[in-house]
């Protein structure tokens, strides 16, 4: 059975940093991208960012680039989102998920596996 479990969420002041990780079981996922997402009170969910596992090459969104950098652990088990500088406007719960292939996907389509989510909370 697949799981992925997001940790490191909390609250925040402005311009602080989080740590969230996204731990992977139930089966190898070096073949898989994994990514961030992330989905604010009364909005659609959004691409964060995405990590090719067996490359390492990495993709973000323009609204997080320069401030969030995602990467894995060696084992290819437990993905990471590095958040600095946090902004009030990133407040959204997060969640990790997994697409099925080598290639960089905004799409959520595209995601088969999700995580429950965790609360990130920016205050200004």
């Known amino acids: 059975q697949v799981q992925l479990v997001e940790s490191g969420g909390g609250l925040v002041q402005a311009g602080g940093s989080l740590r969230l990780s996204c731990a992977a079981s139930?089966?190898?996922?070096?073949?898989?991208?994994m990514g961030w997402f992330r989905q604010a009170p009364g909005k659609e969910r959004e691409f964060v960012a995405s990590?090719?596992?067996?490359?390492?090459?990495?993709d973000y969104a323009d609204s997080v680039k320069g401030r969030f950098t995602i990467s894995r652990d060696n084992a290819k088990t437990t993905v990471y989102l590095e958040m600095n500088n946090l902004a009030p406007e990133d407040t959204a719960v997060y969640s990790c998920?997994?697409?099925?292939?080598?290639?960089?996907?905004?799409?959520?389509?595209?995601?088969?596996?999700w995580g429950q989510g965790t609360q990130v909370s920016v205050s200004s």
């Open positions: 998920a997994a697409h099925p292939a080598s290639t960089w996907s905004r799409a959520t389509w595209a995601y088969k596996f």
């Open positions: 990590i090719i596992m067996n490359t390492g090459r990495t």
């Open positions: 139930g089966r190898t996922f070096s073949s898989y991208t």
